[in-house]
């Protein structure tokens, strides 16, 4: 069984899933090479992060995926879209990594005038949510200017038309940017145009426009697809000068015509809607200045005959002067009087001004001031006199109070006293019945030792002590039994006049 299994199944070659996958891609490539291939972008992913686009074609029954490099999707014309039906140009090839096949565009257009048309409107409706064909924003054409641009090309009919048409009507300095009106650049050139002209400097060596024609003749839709891209249209809204736009015929309708300032029908009804007619100015002015010269006329005429009816109705110069001289004399007739009068007025207000004055002069302000003082000298001198009489007053009062208090103290003072000598008298009897010679009068004595030191008990008398006993009336001496010499013989005093116990020895 294992034997069986290790022999190849037949004569087939072995290959590589990469040597299968490169055999299948060189096949393919070699097959078909470059196609055209009509389908309906499904799945669109923008610019990814490398600027590569992906997506895929699809009709009714199958797909194919798609890829358009950033170098050539930088240059197609028209840019996919979802949805979009177009017809692509590329390569086939496969793509190992998921072992699938798929197109590498190298060019795109619409499948049709539907599609076509379908991609407009909706470039047309995104332009006009930003408001770049508002009416408000529009600019209106100058009436004669003075330097005219064109933007077209410079070897096709239109320029000649344009100059022909200018040269009649009314000659004015052009200035032709050179333009591809068809073609994959021509939208870049166009917008290229239409800033340079806006660049241009005011009073510059190049004389900047007055006013700019984009103009191109008649052609289908796809030739005139160049007016319809994005860059154009933005550069036309952008323009600070005034754009007439004339692209195609009367029925051709871009997307420049909605951003222009101003659409003419053709390239030669731009030339007449931005210059009028020389002659017919010439006839105007010269109608003008006839009018205007006639009317002058009838002004002067009718002037003069105004003139001359006041001149007629004017009075005489003696009439003229009549009244006012009259009322020059009733002036001066009044005039001695209302000057007498305005003296008199005058008189009486310096009277009242000179007795103001003199109030306010220094003698009389100081003999005010000295009667103010002497009335206050016054007023001061009895004051000072009443001051004195209450402090008079009021000093006898305060004698008459001290005299009151001082008697009240002395009383008081000696029943204090006497108070304090009744205390001190009871005070030294208490002292004198509880002093010692008290006690001793109550036949009580007192034991000294030879020291003086009392003895308070019978164990301190030793034998042969020589003691001294003191008592109320005197004090003596005694020896103390059972010692060796007698006792000499007391001597008895008696006690000081002064309570103090004396020596009885």
């Keep these: 069984m294992d034997s069986e299994s290790s022999v190849p199944a037949g004569n087939a070659p072995e290959w590589s899933v990469s040597d299968l996958s490169g055999a299948l891609k060189r096949t393919l490539e070699d097959a ?18 490398s600027g590569h686009v992906y997506f895929s074609l699809k009709d009714a029954n199958a797909k194919i995926d798609a890829v358009i490099w950033k170098g050539v999707f930088g240059r197609l014309r028209t840019k996919p879209q979802e949805g979009l039906e177009v017809i692509a140009t590329g390569k086939i090839t496969t793509f190992a990594g998921k072992s699938s096949y798929q197109i590498i565009i190298d060019s795109l257009e619409p499948a049709g005038i539907g599609a076509l048309m379908a991609l407009l409107e909706e470039r047309r409706k995104r332009l006009a949510a930003e408001g770049l064909f508002a009416a408000e924003r529009k600019r209106p054409i100058p009436f004669l200017p003075r330097v005219i641009g064109v933007v077209t090309s410079p070897t096709g009919a239109v320029i000649r038309d344009i100059l022909h048409r200018l040269e009649d009507r009314f000659p004015r300095h052009v200035l032709v940017w050179p333009v591809r009106v068809q073609g994959e650049t021509s939208a870049a050139e166009v917008a290229a145009a239409i800033a340079g002209f806006n660049a241009l400097p005011e009073g510059g060596p190049i004389p900047r426009p007055d006013v700019i024609i984009l103009a191109r003749g008649g052609g289908s839709l796809e030739d005139l697809m160049g007016f319809n891209e994005e860059a154009v249209v933005r550069a036309a809204a952008a323009s600070t000068i005034p754009l007439v736009s004339a692209v195609g015929h009367e029925t051709d309708v871009t997307l420049i015509d909605h951003a222009a300032d101003l659409r003419a029908p053709t390239p030669t009804g731009a030339a007449e809607k931005v210059v009028p007619v020389r002659a017919e100015l010439l006839a105007l002015v010269a109608d003008l200045a006839r ?69 306010q002069s220094p003698a009389a302000r100081l003999a005010a001031h000295a009667e103010r003082l002497d009335g206050l000298g016054k007023r001061l001198a009895a004051a000072r006199a009443n001051l004195v009489q209450r402090q008079r007053d009021r000093v006898a009062r305060a004698a008459d109070r001290v005299e009151a208090v001082a008697g009240r103290a002395e009383a008081a003072f000696a029943r204090q006293v006497q108070r304090r000598r009744d205390r001190l008298d009871s005070l030294w009897a208490l002292a004198s019945s509880l002093g010692p010679q008290a006690v001793l009068a109550r036949g009580y004595a007192l034991v000294r030792d030879e020291s003086g030191t009392l003895l308070r008990s019978a164990a301190a008398a030793r034998p042969g002590m020589a003691l001294s006993v003191a008592m109320a009336d005197g004090a003596f001496g005694v020896v103390v039994p059972g010692g060796g010499a007698p006792p000499a013989r007391p001597s008895v005093r008696k006690p000081s006049s002064g309570g103090t116990q004396g020596d009885l020895f």
């Design 291 to 359: 009018r205007h010269r006639d009317g002058m006329l009838r002004l002067a005429d009718r002037r003069r005959a105004d003139l001359r009816a006041l001149a007629r109705a004017l009075p005489a110069p003696e009439a003229l002067l009549a009244g006012p001289r009259q009322r020059l004399d009733l002036a001066a007739a009044k005039l001695g009087p209302a000057l007498a009068r305005n003296a008199r007025v005058h008189e009486q207000r310096l009277a009242q001004l000179d007795r103001r004055l003199h109030g």
């Design 32 to 49: 078909f090479g470059f196609v055209r291939v009509r389908g309906e972008i499904s799945g669109y992913r923008g610019p990814v992060a």
